[in-house]
């Protein structure tokens, strides 16, 4: 026979081979569901009320590891030594396509010796649980044009689980839900974290005593302010500042400010340290301390 | 019968192969080409054969205009940057490392196969000196059109950056120094990555 099929069909074949590591070799592969691909610290630590962001802001971060063509998850734990109380919360948090962010925290709070003294008994526990979401409108933290921030929209919504005690103490409501504007960039130029956060509350001591209360009832704008200076890849030093609605007649509440360092010894692992000051807490006054929270994300 | 049936079906599949195994890389001629069809495989198909740069190993690629404004950043002035990198000789390894960091990099390897990378570590070095206001001229093309076609992605990026970071770390570049030139890179991650952000909802 002339026409060399069976050439021809092995030319064919050692091109579909060719063609076929081609394709292999191809990045359009299937993409993992969780690609750990964020750079370290950029999904930034666990906040007071569960978000994402520093210890007591919420930034327009979003949990977990996952770039925006995967997810991302954290969990964390969080326990803050006060004077006369004590903080413990945890919770886990769902980053989609660095898009959304869905969490839930509950915060335990031990007041010790000053449940007695306000006749709740001795090492009472105000608790709470906190369901938040945010959605990143535009930007990103580190990417795009420079002066461009990552700028987020978020709802946290609190439920005391003691509201007949938070009631008691002149709250208005055991529930509340807080309503987050948030502006968040790494200037690289200058190795520093801005963030500024406009949150509308009536939560009181973020939560725990309730929500509105005698002095003020509705929400208040309230302001979060973060800076950070990154120290290297995996460390950054920074400080805090919250303002913080004063809602309830029997005891004021202060601004809030804590000093931090935050340190990813490991990729998936984020821990940090602050001296945080609340002022006052249910009239016990000068409530500064130890912040130590972990977190591990992928 | 049944052989013959799937000896057709075998050509029928190979030949629409071939055609998307052309149309993806260039390749040599057939050793032994049907004397009596004669059919000049490589120019039915479209294929010109590129040859090496006998001097720079380099293979050519498409004409495109030169010019500085291809790095796609205005460099920086004065010489503490160029100085913070180890100037020239410092810039060639940190460029050539990264280079070499990514091709061995499991989560982007691939990206890199069957690419000119005499060329890239040539361009990327030229790149980097020329942003860092090292003395150079960068001579290679922009930015859109070098990773057009490549499917990146923001992940595929974060790691060619954490490459870049251990290359600069290992030449002992301070880390201020380090964020600084990422911040001449930052903004061109819509240029070097073509799949952006997955969508949440399909589209309807
Ligand atoms: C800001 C980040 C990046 C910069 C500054 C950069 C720079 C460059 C330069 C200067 C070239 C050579 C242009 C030329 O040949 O004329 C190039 C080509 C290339 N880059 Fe990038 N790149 C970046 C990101 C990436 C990423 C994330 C990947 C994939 C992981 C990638 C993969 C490639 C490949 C495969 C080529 C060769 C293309 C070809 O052979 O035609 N680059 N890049």
Known sequence: MPFSTPKLILHG??????????????????EPLLDDAKLLLTGGVTSVDGASGGGLATWSTIAGRGSERAIGISAHVTGIALPDYGWQSHGLALGIHDRVELAYARVNFDTRAVGAALGLGRGFRFNQDIFSAKLRLVGDLVYGPALLPAIAVGAAHKR??????????????????????????????????????????????????????GKQRGRTVQFEGSLAWQASRRLA?????????????????????????????????????????????????????????????? | ??????????????????????????QQAPQEPPPEAAVDWDKEFGVTEKTRDPVTGELPVDPYVQSNANAGAAPFKGDGMARAFGGKDGIRRIAQ?????????????????????????????EQFCYILNAGCDYTGRAMPPSH?????????????????????????????????????????????????????????
């Open chain 1, 160 to 213: 005391s689980l003691d509201g007949a005690i938070v009631r008691a103490v002149g709250a208005a409501a055991a529930k509340g839900t807080d309503f987050t504007v948030s502006a968040t960039k790494l200037l690289l130029s200058r190795s520093i974290l801005v963030n500024a956060t406009a949150r509308l509350t009536r939560a009181n001591q973020f939560g725990l005593l309730g929500f509105g209360g």
């Open chain 2, 148 to 204: 057009k076609g490549l499917g990146t992605t923001r992940a595929d990026l974060n790691a060619l950056v954490e490459n870049l970071q251990a290359a600069m770390r290992e030449n002992r570049v301070p880390f201020a120094a380090q964020n600084r030139f990422l911040a001449k890179l930052a903004p061109m991650d819509r240029h070097v990555t073509e799949r952006g952000e997955k969508r949440l909802l399909p589209r309807r």
């Open chain 2, 1 to 26: 019968m049944g052989r013959t049936m799937k000896g057709i079906r075998v050509i029928a599949i190979s030949a629409a192969l071939m055609l998307s195994a052309a149309s993806l890389h260039a």
């Open chain 2, 97 to 125: 490392s990264t280079v070499a960091r990514s091709e061995a990099d499991p989560r982007i390897k691939a990206i890199f196969e069957k690419h000119d990378m005499g060329r890239l570590r040539r361009t990327l070095f």
């Open chain 1, 237 to 298: 030093l920074g400080g805090e500042f919250r303002t913080r609605p004063d809602n309830l007649g029997i005891a004021q509440e202060n601004d809030a400010f804590d000093l931090f360092a935050a340190w990813a010894p490991v990729r998936n692992l984020t821990v940090t340290a602050a001296y945080v000051d609340v002022g006052s807490v249910a009239t016990f006054k000068g409530q500064r301390g130890a912040l130590l929270s972990l977190q591990a994300a992928f």
């Open chain 1, 13 to 30: 074949l050692r091109r579909t081979a060719l063609g076929a590591a081609l394709l292999l070799a191809s990045p359009a592969q299937a």
